[in-house]
């Protein structure tokens, strides 16, 4: 069975976008701005402050603990440095499960 694409393509543009993109030349000739209606005013919610307070606690915060980057590098070159095979293994185990949805 062969499915076709739609024939249907999006309009060029939306009913509102006509009358709010309103743009020309005034008396004089020159180009005016788009006139907006006095007294808009756009509230994005809690949320979107949450999320943007977030957002700049986030750039102040490292990505990387350069201090225990140095100290794992320094036990590593000094022959140190112990792999917890087990740890390793059962945080893998938690993250595929994690993965597939706990389906197992």
């Known amino acids: ?3 076709d ?3 249907n393509s999006l309009p060029a543009s939306s009913a509102g976008e006509s009358t709010a993109r309103v743009s020309g030349k005034d008396k004089s000739g020159q180009a005016s701005a788009a006139k907006q209606p006095a ?7 809690s949320t979107a402050a949450h999320v ?3 957002e700049s606690s986030m750039a102040n915060t490292p990505v990387v603990n ?5 100290e794992i590098r320094q036990a590593i070159s000094e ?3 112990q792999v917890n095979t087990s ?3 059962d945080r893998l185990i938690a993250t595929v499960r ?3 949805g706990g389906k197992i």
């Open 1 to 3: 069975m062969k499915i």
């Open 5 to 7: 694409k739609p024939g």
């Open 39 to 45: 007294g808009t005013n756009v509230s994005l919610g």
């Open 52 to 54: 943007q307070s977030m």
């Open 66 to 70: 350069a201090a225990k980057v140095a």
């Open 79 to 81: 022959g140190r440095f």
């Open 87 to 89: 740890a390793v293994a």
């Open 98 to 100: 994690d993965l597939i």
